[in-house]
């Protein structure tokens, strides 16, 4: 029973809304188990940032997926990671190395590299033929690049996505969320863009990267408590949890909980 029950609503959450993704970039085993201990009700992802998980001892991995899953948090390694197998045509190799270190989810992604269209829809269905949690995302890393991309033409890679089988699709934001997606130079949420989303797409397999509590209160204020939102800094679960259930000023009285 959590401390003031009697004030609080509980956060209905399940499979496919509310789901909150943080970022790991690279915590210690007892890092993990503490926040786990603290905030792990929170917790639905957990990505191994770009392509930390290789920069690790294989036995310290394995220790941290198992924690992430004991407490029902499914981690996946980063799409760049995926990225780096892919160019060194070693794809298989990665899916069987996620599987032997215990990641029940993978990211596609083509932040940095290109990836034609035949090509993602193929890796889609490996990954989920694998019995993988699908995440892809849209977008690119290079602000410049990422410019060039219409909301037509993020919308139509959104649906393709989910058509092909992804359970999930990101909308790329980095972990610096600027200039990037659905956000301008200096961090705010392009309104017009989000609109077109809410009309010709599923937002319910959307996860909004969100690194900044701006972000993550536009988000929640938009759609609700159950809204996906990822990227979250691991010190910030506990904070967003609050902004979802109405316990913090930008919020209180101001969401629906279920």
Do not use: C
Not at 122 to 142: A, L, Y
């Amino acid at each position: 029973m959590n401390a003031f029950n009697f004030l609080t609503q509980i956060h209905v959450k399940d499979a496919e809304e509310g789901i909150t993704m943080m970022l790991d970039k690279g915590m210690g085993p007892r890092a993990v188990e503490d926040l786990l201990q603290i905030s792990g009700d929170y917790v639905d992802l957990a990505k191994f940032g770009w392509g930390t998980s290789a920069v690790h001892e294989r036995d310290i991995i394995k220790a941290k997926v198992e924690t992430y899953l004991s407490h029902d948090v499914k981690p996946y390694p980063g799409g760049t990671l995926f990225e780096v197998a892919y160019i060194q045509n070693k794809f298989e190799e990665f899916l069987n190395e996620s599987q032997k270190l215990g990641f029940e989810a993978i990211e596609i992604s083509d932040g940095t590299i290109d990836i034609s269209i035949e090509e993602r829809e193929r890796i889609i269905r490996e990954v989920k033929d694998n019995g993988f949690m699908t995440i892809t995302e849209v977008g690119k890393k290079d602000p410049r690049k990422d410019g060039e991309m219409t909301i037509d033409q993020r919308i139509d890679l959104v649906n393709f996505d989910i058509e092909a089988g992804a359970d999930k699709v990101l909308i790329e934001a980095r972990e610096g969320g600027k200039g990037i997606g659905i956000y301008d130079s200096d961090g705010n949420v392009k309104e017009d863009d989000v609109e077109l989303f809410m009309k010709k797409t599923d937002i319910n397999k959307i996860i909004w990267e969100a690194p900044h509590k701006n972000q993550q209160v536009y988000m929640i204020l938009k759609f609700g408590a159950n809204v996906n939102l990822g990227n979250i800094p691991p010190d910030e679960i506990t904070a967003l949890e609050t902004m979802r259930m109405g316990l913090r000023g930008d919020t209180l009285g101001k969401v629906n909980l279920q």
